[in-house]
């Protein structure tokens, strides 16, 4: 009886210390990407989002364009490395950190708290108001007047948190959520939806619905600010791109490529 324990003891023990081990490989080939492995690689890899315009879209060309895109770009010519693209929708950014597929996410990844308890964030280097977006001929002022209403948003976005509150304190509110911006778009044109949280950044305005109506700003949700994602504890890499951001500031290139790609200067940017 005393040796089958033994036996057993044994055996637990030698399972324990596999087990302590596998964590501890686990967690070294999770360790965070510094600059220099970066550089010593020889590519920088960043997820992106392809159907955000103005900050990620197609050009022409379908090439990555936009905002963010070329945040990113300037990024691999500071560290002097090529960029690779990894492209993920809104609800895909924070698993692509966790799971160490890219070293950074920069896509209009706005900063809250539940998200950094996850992930790791730079100092903002963008920002702009969530809003909600109808036809003009709909009379929207607050969350009241979307109560019967088909409300749609982006999966994961800091409009779906806020407005899917607003629909639990608002009972007669539905809520249709979209995987990425370019079908929440399309349902906003196609009249799927009767208003839609998003950006103040415009780019619904330049469509008309079916009917021909024009859309407009309703009201504004929140002011969010976009920082760039890092995997948790990766402080030698969030260092890095907070002082090269500083540098972007100050010099005027994030005011010059938010005129660029939103027609208008940036909020005030705070810094933590």
């Not at 070294?28 to 960043?46: F, H, P």
């Amino acid at each position: 009886m005393m040796q089958g324990f033994l036996k057993r003891f044994w055996a637990g023990g030698v399972i324990a210390a596999m087990t302590f081990a596998l964590s501890l490989i686990a967690a070294s080939s999770a360790s965070a990407q510094t600059v220099d492995e970066i550089i010593a690689r020889g590519k920088l890899i960043v997820a992106i989002d392809t159907t955000t315009p103005p900050y990620g879209f197609l050009g022409e060309d379908l090439k990555p364009t936009g905002f963010d895109i070329e945040v990113a770009n300037k990024m691999g010519e500071a560290l002097g490395v090529p960029v690779e693209f990894v492209t993920v929708t809104s609800p895909g950014r924070i698993p692509s950190l966790l799971t160490k597929q890219v070293d950074a996410v920069i896509s209009i990844f706005s900063i809250t708290a539940a998200r950094a308890i996850q992930i790791d964030y730079s100092i903002p280097y963008a920002g702009q108001s969530a809003v909600v977006i109808a036809p003009k001929s709909t009379a929207i002022k607050g969350h009241a007047d979307l109560v019967g209403k088909k409300v749609g948003l982006t999966r994961g976005t800091g409009e779906d948190g806020l407005l899917t509150a607003a629909a639990e304190a608002n009972p007669g509110i539905e809520i249709l959520r979209f995987d990425d911006y370019s079908s929440l778009l399309q349902a906003m044109v196609s009249g799927q939806i009767d208003a839609m949280g998003g950006g103040d950044y415009g780019e619904i305005y330049l469509k008309k619905a079916q009917n021909g109506d024009d859309f407009e700003q309703k009201y504004i949700l929140k002011t969010f600010y976009f920082g760039i994602g890092v995997a948790k504890g990766n402080d030698n890499l969030r260092q890095w791109i907070n002082t090269w951001l500083f540098t972007l500031k100050t010099d005027g290139t994030l005011e010059a490529l938010s005129m660029k790609y939103r027609n208008q200067p940036l909020p005030p940017l705070p810094v933590f």
